[in-house]
């Protein structure tokens, strides 16, 4: 599985995925990575900003993934999601 990240929700859908695939639940994972249930849950989710790197790459080692670094002008551009702000105002737009 070769996925890019450029920020901290794709990199946690990214091990939601690994997770998934491998059967693995989130308190199993923790198991396995020695990190609390709590950190998989927020890293999953994006939510952790200050996630420590080491952690993260026991999460990923647990999962049989690895983590590369390359140039940022080779990832590919693509359109941001919309914020909840801006699918909010949509819908109160909308009749």
């Known amino acids: 599985m070769d996925r890019t990240f450029v920020d901290l929700v794709s990199l946690g859908a990214a091990v939601r995925d690994a997770r998934q695939a491998r059967g693995l639940t989130q308190a199993g994972l923790a198991e396995r990575a020695k990190v609390s249930r709590q950190f998989v849950i927020s890293l999953e989710r994006g939510a952790g900003p ?3 790197l080491a952690r993260v790459l026991s999460v990923l080692r647990a999962l049989g993934l690895t983590m590369a670094l390359g140039d940022e002008e080779a990832v590919p ?7 909840i702000t801006d699918l909010l105002d949509r819908l109160e737009g909308e009749p």
């Open 77 to 83: 551009t693509t359109d941001p999601a919309p914020s």
């Open 50 to 52: 200050r996630a420590e």
